[in-house]
């Protein structure tokens, strides 16, 4: 029988965190060659250009191919990618804008200035759960700017299926400053002191519960400040109880990268990786982005979606595209992705037993079957009642 070997310490110390690792990590660089689907490598992170790519998006083995390459470069390698053209039409990008500005000035009226994560409060302007106020504003723009295929495509590169789609919109004025850097959700999202209190595997598991992403909603020249990012920093184990050290964030300083982005555009990364959001440098660049922040089913998400709510909302929407064929199927099943529940559990499988399989059917499972069997709206809305009350009872 073959000895096992005994573990080390099972926890990471932030003290005795290396900080020559680190650099020998940071210190690689990422070819051409090894991303064939990439159009380039700018400062070691491959872009992807979407006009490009609708081959491959469309078919199931390109698709796999394209996700698998993607998956890879998000973690081992620059741990980010940029899609170019992401949105073939960018007018729906400008209706949604219009929705958060006004959202914001609403809330402005409301609330007055609000904290935000790792930056100065009032040092920008945020929408919390923008996805969920997108829909109630306006379901059509909602349903229209979430119909994107490469989204889903990068989303289930990383998470798989059924994921569960939050938002949050970062309006950075001219002026506004940097923010710190950081790893994100989940353990970026604790104390140095309680991230160090999670065991390793947890800290190898917290990045692929998650996938950080934005949405260009302007230009984003370097000078308006886009996201710094330092690439294949995801891949240094240590990283949630590192980050916060000053020599650290030095090296960061010293050695992060920025890429312009056009409207339409979308960068994805891997929430380890240590990033922040730029300065404005601009005198009038409004430097808007629609965070995603996009959770794996089998994980939590940052913020409580009323999917019920916007499933009603956005259920005709979807009946008229379906009908006039003004949306296809991959663009209409993308968009019911991040309207609907795609996971059956908890629930409680007295009142909501499995349906032809293991599991109770989805939220997502059921909008799609009722466009196809063109379920009236007022059944629509009863069924939902019925499945949440399963849910719950």
Excluded at 297 to 320: H, N, S, V, W
Excluded at 355 to 377: I, S, V, Y
Aim: aromatic share 10%; glycine share 6%.
């Amino acid at each position: 029988m073959k000895d096992v070997e005994k573990p080390g310490t099972a926890y990471y110390n932030p003290e005795r965190c290396s900080l020559s690792d680190f650099q020998n990590i940071i210190d690689q660089s990422l070819n051409l060659e090894a991303v064939p689907n990439a159009v380039g490598v700018e400062k070691n992170i491959p872009i992807y250009d979407i006009k490009n790519l609708k081959n491959s998006l469309s078919s199931i083995s390109g698709k796999k191919e394209l996700m698998a390459e993607w998956a890879w470069v998000l973690k081992e390698t620059a741990g980010a990618i940029v899609l170019r053209n992401a949105y073939k039409d960018t007018a729906v990008i400008d209706q949604a804008t219009k929705v958060y500005e006004e959202i914001i000035k609403d809330e402005k009226l409301k609330e007055g200035g609000g904290e935000d994560h790792f930056a100065a409060a009032g040092a920008n302007d945020r929408i919390w759960n923008s996805l969920q106020k997108l829909c109630e504003n306006s379901p059509d723009v909602f349903f229209r700017y979430f119909a994107n295929e490469a989204i889903q495509a990068a989303c289930e590169a990383w998470l798989g299926p059924n994921y569960q789609m939050t938002a949050q919109v970062n309006l950075v004025h001219p002026g506004g400053s940097a923010q710190q850097a950081h790893r994100d959700y989940h353990l970026g999202f604790q104390t140095s002191e309680i991230s160090s209190s999670y065991p390793k595997h947890v800290h190898e598991l917290s990045p692929v519960l998650t996938l950080q992403g934005a949405v260009a909603h302007c230009e984003m020249p370097i000078e308006s400040g886009p996201t710094k990012l330092l690439p294949f920093s995801q891949a240094y184990l240590p990283g949630y109880v590192a980050w916060r050290r000053d020599d650290f964030r030095e090296v960061f300083e010293q050695k992060y990268v920025q890429l312009p982005l056009s409207k339409g555009d979308a960068l994805f990364f891997n929430p380890a990786i240590f990033h922040a959001a730029g300065s404005n440098a601009s005198s009038n660049i409004h430097r808007m982005a629609n965070l995603l922040q996009v959770s794996s089913a089998f994980g939590r998400a940052m913020e409580t979606i009323d999917r019920k709510k916007m499933c009603i909302l956005t259920y005709p929407i979807a009946q008229q595209h379906y009908a006039e064929k003004s949306l296809d199927i991959n663009e209409i099943k993308a968009a019911v992705a991040s309207t609907a529940e795609g996971y059956s559990f908890p629930t409680n499988l007295d009142s909501d037993p499995p349906k032809g399989g293991l599991a109770p059917e989805t939220q997502q499972a059921f909008f799609m079957r009722a466009l196809e069997e063109n379920m009236k709206e007022d059944e629509f809305k009863k069924k939902l009642d019925e499945m949440e009350k399963a849910r719950l009872s």
